[in-house]
């Protein structure tokens, strides 16, 4: 085993915060990691599996425990199955995402390009069913393999049994560390075009592209992943150590869904601001970041050595502050929404105690 003992933290996160983890393991394989969970076991001590370090922040005392460092170089994936139309493969769950996003545009295989430029690994996009401009992993996903963490034996979960929901699945609910996720598989498309759904992305593309719908796929995939990369760059979303508003945990905060009866309350409370709102299913998603410009904040709003990106109202920046900065900033900007429309947002990286 890799073991390094006291290190820290801050440089294995995109925000760049967190004091010394007391042992950091590196594992590449689920033997290796059953082998890291038996040593902390031993010493007694509480794991945390890190993998992009995108989305979590630590504090600045550290983690007085063990961190299972699944930033693997073992091989990226298998073929399971393929025909003229689909191809399924199996992915390792360390695997940097957007590499593996790479891989699939390249080779034709389509159903994840709106997904592109999102830091992280691939065991970490069913977790909280990554989504963006209007494609979900839960649309391509077929099945993944994990560890569970009491009994060391390995489960395997359907799309079902997952239960995803938007920005959810149960391992963030009832499962909350108790798996660690091995691998993923997924279905990609070989004739499907890519579905533009986001005026957005539609937009930018009409405008700065040559896209044609009579292009190969290739070609049409191609032009999306790089759209969809401009337009996240532009918000600073992707990660570029040039760049300081990317270091950051992407957005803080997610959109709150409301239900009808919840939704018509929001309405009666803001209606002279005349929000904005997407239907989805029976229930309504308001822009978080919406919430907080009409809260009192703004784009480069500092507080202390945090603040919020200059780009992108709900990405929350570390300039050269501490967790306990960003924490307060996180609550100020909490409290403020709340008071204002009675909605609490949730944070959506994780926020390590
Ligand atoms: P944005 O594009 O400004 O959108 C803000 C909100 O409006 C999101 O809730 C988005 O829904 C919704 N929205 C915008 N246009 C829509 C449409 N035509 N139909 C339905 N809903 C619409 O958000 P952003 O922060 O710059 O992020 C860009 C994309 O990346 C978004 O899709 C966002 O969800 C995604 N993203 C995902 C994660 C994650 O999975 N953890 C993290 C950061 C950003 P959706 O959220 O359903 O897209």
Redesign the pocket.
Known sequence: MNIKENYPLSSLTTIGLGGPAKYIIECESPAEIKEAINFSREKNLKFYVLSGGSNVVFPDKGFDGVILLLRNKFQAFEVLEQDSDSIILKINAGENWDSFVKFAVENGYSGIECLSG?PGSVGATPV?N?????QEIKDVFVSLNAIDVNTLEEKSFSNEECKFD??QSRFKKEDKEKYVITDVTLKLSKTESPKI????LQKYISENTKYDSTDSLKEKLKIVRESVIEIRKR?S?VIDIHDPNTRSC??FFM?PVLDEISYQNFLENAKELNPPS?K?GDRY?I?A?WLIENSGFYKGYKYMGVGISTN?T?ALVNYNGTTTQLIELANLIRGKVFEKFGLKLTP?PEIIA
């Open positions: 999102i909280q990554v989504g963006a401009y209007g938007y920005r759904k986001y005026p957005e918000k979303m992407g957005s959109n997407y989805s998603k822009p970041a992108h709900l959506e």
